[in-house]
């Protein structure tokens, strides 16, 4: 036997070699940022309302975290249980009625958007948020519907209206329903004009397709988190259609701040701070 072998026995009583502590598991403590590429921790990311605290890359959040971000803390949540009813009884790899029980599965969401009223800053406000994770944040029949119902409570009860975005467009399993839901949403939100009532709209990455081009874009101010995608249709399909290399940075937010797009640019930590100053300067003191 060679001299680099165990001879005797281990010591009896000692944990087996793999439980010892030299194997300590630190999976999930610890990631890599994908922006700068530094490893960082899990808690200080999340501490930070996940923003990279090396380089400050806005990582994705999802609705109900938006909501506690923005609002005081109680809340009232409007037409939770509102569900697609598959109009075109549609089927892609899955049929849709499948991927949305999946979804809902998932996300404990009935579908993609969040519609709540609390207050922000002791101002009450109607507040939405869309979620990225159901279905890549894409406007249903739901969407559009919820949207409308907070946007009409807005009117009524003579509310601001903050939605957030975070979306890959109309939802292609309801095809032309779906589009329907941009006119619908930006209907509603010329009623909000023609009654005076400020609605802010927060674009945050990514913000695409039928949500850009439709209510994303409409806000009395459009607000974006750093370095967040927003555009309509990708950047690839540009390349091709107009036969041009696009310049550096395209569809990000500082690129449509600077090309008139944008109002704002505000990071994370700041922008409930933001909106409520805004909202002071469109309504006037809160009472
Ligand atoms: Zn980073």
Same mark, same amino acid.
């Given at each position: 036997?060679?001299? +680099?072998?165990?001879?005797?026995?281990?010591?009896s009583?000692?944990?087996? @070699?793999?439980?010892?502590?030299?194997?300590?598991?630190?999976?999930?403590?610890?990631?890599?940022?994908?922006?700068?590429?530094?490893?960082?921790?899990?808690?200080?990311?999340?501490?930070?309302?996940?923003?990279?605290?090396?380089?400050?890359?806005?990582y994705?959040? *999802?609705?109900?975290?938006?909501?506690?971000?923005?609002?005081? !803390?109680?809340?009232?949540?409007?037409?939770?249980?509102?569900?697609?009813?598959? @109009?075109l009884?549609?089927?892609?790899?899955?049929?849709?009625?499948?991927?949305?029980?999946?979804?809902?599965?998932?996300?404990?969401?009935? *579908?993609?958007v969040?519609?709540?009223?609390?207050?922000?800053?002791?101002r009450?406000?109607?507040?939405?948020?869309?979620?990225?994770?159901?279905?890549?944040?894409?406007?249903?029949?739901?969407?559009?519907?919820?949207? #409308?119902?907070?946007?009409?409570?807005?009117?009524?009860?003579?509310?601001?209206?903050?939605?957030?975005?975070?979306?890959?467009?109309?939802?292609?399993?309801?095809?032309?329903?779906?589009?329907?839901?941009?006119?619908?949403?930006?209907a509603?939100?010329?009623?909000?004009?023609?009654?005076?009532?400020?609605?802010?709209?927060? %674009? #945050?990455?990514? #913000?695409? !397709?039928?949500?850009?081009?439709?209510?994303?874009?409409?806000?009395?101010?459009?607000?974006?988190? @750093?370095?967040? %995608?927003?555009? +309509?249709?990708?950047?690839r399909?540009?390349?091709?259609?107009?036969?041009?290399?696009?310049?550096?940075?395209?569809?990000?937010?500082e690129?449509?701040?600077?090309?008139?797009?944008?109002?704002?640019?505000?990071?994370?930590?700041?922008l409930?701070?933001?909106?409520? !100053?805004?909202?002071?300067?469109?309504?006037? @003191?809160?009472?």
């Amino acid at each position: 036997m060679a001299w +680099f072998t165990r001879q005797k026995p281990r010591i009896s009583g000692g944990p087996p @070699p793999e439980e010892s502590g030299r194997h300590v598991r630190t999976e999930g403590l610890w990631l890599k940022c994908e922006s700068c590429r530094q490893i960082i921790w899990r808690k200080a990311l999340e501490e930070n309302l996940l923003v990279c605290p090396k380089c400050d890359s806005h990582y994705r959040i *999802d609705a109900l975290a938006r909501v506690k971000l923005l609002l005081d !803390g109680d809340w009232v949540e409007y037409d939770r249980g509102l569900t697609s009813s598959d @109009p075109l009884a549609f089927v892609d790899s899955k049929p849709y009625q499948e991927r949305l029980a999946a979804m809902q599965k998932a996300t404990g969401l009935r *579908d993609a958007v969040v519609a709540v009223e609390g207050t922000l800053m002791g101002r009450p406000v109607q507040a939405c948020a869309l979620e990225l994770k159901f279905i890549g944040g894409s406007m249903g029949a739901v969407v559009g519907e919820k949207l #409308t119902r907070a946007i009409e409570r807005a009117i009524e009860k003579r509310q601001p209206i903050i939605i957030v975005s975070a979306s890959g467009g109309a939802r292609m399993q309801e095809g032309a329903v779906s589009l329907m839901q941009m006119a619908k949403v930006s209907a509603a939100l010329m009623r909000l004009d023609e009654a005076r009532i400020p609605f802010l709209s927060v %674009l #945050t990455d990514p #913000t695409t !397709g039928g949500v850009t081009a439709s209510f994303a874009m409409l806000g009395d101010l459009n607000i974006a988190e @750093p370095g967040a %995608l927003i555009g +309509f249709a990708g950047p690839r399909v540009i390349e091709q259609t107009i036969r041009q290399k696009l310049p550096e940075g395209f569809q990000r937010s500082e690129f449509l701040l600077q090309h008139g797009f944008l109002d704002a640019i505000v990071r994370r930590a700041e922008l409930k701070n933001y909106i409520a !100053g805004a909202l002071e300067f469109f309504c006037g @003191p809160r009472n």
